[in-house]
């Protein structure tokens, strides 16, 4: 009788422990941006697979490195980083690779976004969303030209004291080096001084450094001007804001957010079902739905609102400039460091 009371309780104990979905199919944890994926789709993930999703952020590529750097590699299982960020990530090992069978969606990465530079034939990432960084105005405090970066880097009176920049090294010294005619990852050290005086200039004239705000300042009026992503700048327009956003004359930043599938990643086969999940159009246009970005998947205009499709913010003027952000050596960046450093004092 104890017997057959243990084989039941035995028997009872597996099927309860088999139809538990979180505990049959295990977990994933993801290092991502803030405001950045909609939480309806991580829910459809969860239905779909069991998987129990935890999702922790950041607000800058270099936050991202600093953290996994300093003890959190290990800990999560893919993450979100910029282009140039990809390729720092994979020079300094902190990668995992897959294989193309691995993940039955790899076919429906766009072609452009194959091969490219950060990650050739794409062996660690894939794309998760693309767009650009320049800043937005309110136009119900300043009317003139927004057609230059110097709105942000030698603002106009109507602007001084009320301007919010981004809280991201890549970001803030690519446009700067823009805006100077300047190459990045110069050693030329009459360039380097001169955008080290030229921030330095323009640094009273910010209210801010926020990148996790820069949609928020500039709703609630905090701000009258900000460097910004292309994304945050349509959802302030939506939220209410008069802003506008500008493609500047001598150019903006174009980036690309790519999911990387991490070294020592503690639940990789679950990394692996959630990137190939987003690379479903439909998907991947329900993040491109809430970012208002551009997703780097084939078929998923199909699904896109008109709205995003439409926005002017998603459709640049033709023939406008644009560079990516580029990855310097390491003797290099220190100089760059040094730059970002002064400035943040």
């Not at 003139?144 to 301007?163: M, Q, R, V, Y």
């Not at 380097?192 to 030229?198: F, G, R, S, T, V």
Request: net charge negative; aromatic share 10%.
């Amino acid at each position: 009788m104890k017997r057959l009371l243990a084989a039941t309780v035995l028997v009872a104990a597996l099927t309860s422990f088999q139809s538990a979905p979180g505990m049959a199919e295990g977990t994933l944890k993801v290092y991502h941006w803030f405001e950045y994926i909609p939480q309806e789709l991580v829910d459809k993930f969860e239905a779909e697979t069991g998987i129990d999703v935890t999702i922790d952020t950041y607000d800058s590529n270099e936050a991202m490195l600093a953290s996994l750097k300093a003890g959190k590699l290990g800990e999560y299982d893919v993450a979100v980083p910029g282009d140039y960020m990809v390729e720092i990530m994979r020079g300094e090992g902190l990668l995992d690779s897959y294989t193309p069978e691995e993940m039955p969606n790899f076919g429906n990465i766009a072609p452009q976004w194959m091969d490219v530079p950060f990650d050739p034939g794409r062996k660690h990432s894939i794309p998760y969303q693309w767009g650009s960084t320049a800043f937005s105005v309110n136009r119900d405090v300043f009317k003139g030209d927004i057609s230059t970066l110097g709105i942000i880097f030698n603002p106009p009176d109507e602007l001084k004291g009320k301007i919010n920049v981004l809280d991201s090294q890549g970001e803030v010294l690519a446009l700067g080096s823009i805006y100077l005619g300047i190459p990045q990852c110069t050693q030329d050290r009459e360039q380097l001084k001169a955008l080290n005086d030229m921030l330095l200039a323009a640094k009273p004239h910010w209210a801010s450094f926020g990148s996790d705000t820069a949609k928020d300042v500039l709703v609630s009026g905090d701000a009258a001007a900000g460097m910004i992503y292309n994304g945050f700048s349509a959802k302030a327009r939506a939220e209410g804001a008069n802003v506008e956003y500008a493609f500047p004359k001598e150019g903006f930043v174009v980036w690309m957010d790519n999911m990387v599938l991490l070294k020592d990643a503690p639940n990789r086969a679950n990394a692996l079902k959630f990137m190939n999940f987003l690379l479903d159009p439909k998907n991947a246009a329900a993040v491109t739905n809430y970012a208002a970005y551009n997703a780097g998947v084939t078929g998923a205009e199909a699904f896109l609102n008109d709205a995003i499709r439409n926005s002017p913010e998603n459709n640049p003027p033709a023939g406008q400039k644009s560079e990516f952000i580029k990855a310097c050596d390491q003797e290099t960046q220190k100089l760059y460091d040094a730059i970002w450093t002064n400035l943040k004092k």
